[in-house]
């Protein structure tokens, strides 16, 4: 049993041997409830405008330096077409919190990618309606990322000025009472987080019960008023994406881009501490350099199939196969299929 007493303890441990031992056996259990298939999903960032102004994030709305773009249905369903082309079996709509995409716009979006490509549809666009997320779900959306950052209030409140720390929560009830598979995560190394903080965002993802957890470090990007503020550690995500496996078992984890960004090393690493999947990035070069969440992001030059081919090559460094299926959520293993 993984209290919080217990959860801190761990992600305080200094001593090298019972760090291996944590990792292993987070590797273990991946295996045993996850496997050993690396599943991908083609990342698509269609747009950089945000109307929130999230105290750790590139994309702000204040962050006057930043160069906005958008991306047309017609340029999003040819990069969709483009990554079916390359083998992907799931592509990941994401964009800054943008009125500009409107519910109807979005849904007419997810059909034709479902009807037209056959792929499985992962939508993250932050916050909106009961009503906006039920029109998306309709239109076939599969899976829906949306992540509370924090479950302290107080370092909420602090780091998000303009979002409501209980409608986050809400939203992800609304997700699961539409069908979505849910997903959420964290950041860790948050000026401000505690151990206890973190130990309380790691049980909240076992309470929720969610399909995909992303997790990754904080970095500290120069053109917000976070700039200068410590990156998180490389060995502090390890950890936590540790625990959080070990305690929920079968949700799919991402080894995020941001954790390649800290470390040269870092996905291989979140690998092999209980990550199952990759997001190779699929934007187009002329937009991807302005997705910056957080500066000197990976991956920024190389083309899609380049992308597709180093994940091959990272999973089969570590003994690893790619999923030929679409990695719908473990939990609901009728939908598992190409």
């Not at 090298?16 to 031992?21: K, L, Q, V």
């Not at 999903?41 to 958008?70: H, M, P, T």
């Amino acid at each position: 049993m993984y209290t919080k007493r217990r959860i801190v303890e761990l992600l305080k441990e200094t001593d090298e041997a019972a760090i291996r031992d944590l990792f292993r056996h987070a590797d273990e259990v991946r295996k045993e409830f996850a496997g050993d298939a690396v599943h991908l999903r083609g990342l698509i960032e269609f747009s950089n405008y945000c109307r929130r102004d999230c105290l750790y994030c590139g994309l702000r709305r204040s962050n006057g330096k930043a160069v906005r773009y958008r991306m047309e249905v017609p340029e999003i369903l040819a990069q969709a077409a483009y990554a079916k082309s390359l083998g992907f079996h799931t592509v990941v709509l994401q964009s800054g919190e943008d009125p500009y995409y409107t519910a109807k716009v979005l849904g007419s979006l997810v059909r034709r990618l479902k009807e037209d490509l056959g792929l499985a549809v992962t939508v993250s666009v932050g916050e909106r309606t009961y009503e906006e997320y039920k029109t998306i779900r309709e239109a076939g959306a599969d899976r829906y990322l949306l992540r509370f950052e924090t479950t302290d209030p107080v370092l909420f409140k602090a780091l998000k000025p303009d979002s409501h720390h209980a409608k986050r929560f809400l939203c992800l009830d609304w997700l699961r009472k539409l069908g979505y598979q849910v997903g959420s995560g964290n950041m860790v190394g948050l000026p401000g987080q505690s151990m206890e903080s973190l130990a309380d965002d790691i049980l909240k993802f076992q309470e929720l019960d969610l399909d995909m957890i992303g997790l990754g470090p904080f970095i500290s990007h120069p053109d917000t008023p976070l700039a200068g503020c410590a990156n998180g550690s490389m060995n502090m995500v390890l950890k936590v994406t540790a625990i959080t496996r070990i305690v929920t078992r079968n949700a799919h984890m991402p080894a995020t881009t941001a954790s390649g960004t800290l470390d040269p090393e870092g996905r291989q690493k979140v690998l092999r501490c209980g990550a199952n999947v990759l997001m190779p990035n699929l934007t187009p070069r002329q937009y991807r350099e302005h997705y910056l969440i957080y500066p000197d992001k990976i991956c920024i030059e190389e083309e899609p199939a380049q992308c597709r081919s180093d994940a091959e090559n990272m999973a089969a460094a570590l003994g690893r196969t790619i999923a030929a299926d679409a990695g719908h959520s473990l939990k609901m293993a009728h939908l598992q299929q190409p």
